[in-house]
């Protein structure tokens, strides 16, 4: 089976502008997450969709991220305008369902703001 | 490509020798718990997976145990080879969902 989607694999922007990062994740899994992975540390959630619907967005620093699974399939995360701390790696992953399944990682974009 | 596993604890083991990674977790009603490996340039791949109802699990050439007294979670690979060298995390989630919370990390390094 084909695994989690990510593109760019980096991205280099200068602080304030704007960046988005897409996810196609595995055939099938309805539950779709966005992680922020500083270096030197573990990842952290951003955003979790289940289908089209957001599950959990609490820790999504919504003044200046976004994110959209329009139609429950790909997904896409925005920045705008961006900070020098938004340096890191963004992950995304899907599961088959939400309840005790493991996640499958993406290879992740790694962004860096200067 | 740049490591992942720089400021981590690192455990440093030769190969063909067991390794025993551990991770201690704060939150007492945490029910589901697994073990990652990351790769330098890679995302997370999952290892093995335990419920709260389990103290012991094992796979092939991994074993997780789950201390619940303690809150403490360990992943032992056997005969541990060079492919083995990575970051390896511990990460837990609450009530049956999968919003997980990643501990620190521990970097492995397999010394030929």
């Known amino acids: 089976e084909a695994g989690v989607a990510q593109s760019p694999r980096y991205k280099i922007i200068e602080k304030r502008q704007s960046v988005a990062f897409w996810c196609n994740p595995i055939s099938g899994h309805a539950t779709l997450y966005w992680y922020q992975q500083i270096l030197g540390q573990g990842p952290k959630l951003l955003i979790q969709f289940q289908n089209n619907g957001v599950v959990d967005d609490s820790q999504l620093p919504k003044d200046r991220f976004s994110a959209e699974r329009l139609k429950g399939v790909d997904s896409t995360l925005k920045i705008q305008p961006a900070k020098l701390e938004d340096s890191a790696v963004y992950l995304c992953?899907?599961?088959?369902?939400?309840?005790?399944?493991?996640?499958?990682f993406g290879n992740g974009t790694r962004l860096t703001v200067t | 490509g740049e490591s992942v596993g720089l400021h981590l604890p690192t455990l440093s083991v030769q190969e063909g020798d067991n390794s025993i990674i551990n991770c201690a977790y704060s939150n007492s009603a945490s029910d589901y718990f697994i073990w990652y490996k990351q790769e330098s340039g890679k995302g997370p791949q999952f290892i093995i997976d335990i419920r709260s109802n389990m103290d012991k699990r094992q796979g092939q050439r991994v074993t997780v145990l789950l201390n619940k007294t303690v809150k403490h979670l360990s992943l032992q690979i056997a005969a541990t080879q060079p492919g083995d060298s990575a970051v390896y995390f511990c990460a837990e989630s609450t009530g049956g969902g999968n919003k997980l919370t990643f501990g620190t990390g521990t970097q492995l390094k397999v010394e030929l």
């Open positions: 992953a899907s599961s088959a369902t939400d309840n005790n399944s493991p996640l499958h």
